[in-house]
């Protein structure tokens, strides 16, 4: 297995992974990447952080 499920993950998640987090969000939510020294951990918000601002496209929510 890849590590990637529906379940167990953090609210607003549609799939996550053990190693990475949020992979990809639910509707209307951001996906934001958080530095966790090697690895990116994502993160799905209903709006970016200070110093961020949200792009929307079809596929998904990005924070930049």
Not at 26 to 48: N, T, W, Y
């Amino acid at each position: 297995g890849s590590g990637v499920s529906s379940q167990g993950c953090q609210g607003g998640c549609q799939t996550c992974s053990v190693y990475n987090g949020c992979l990809t969000c639910k509707p209307k939510l951001f996906i934001h990447l958080e530095r966790d020294g090697m690895r990116q951990i994502g993160v799905c918000l209903a709006s970016c952080p200070n110093g961020f601002y949200g792009t929307r496209s079809p596929d998904r929510n990005d924070c930049i």
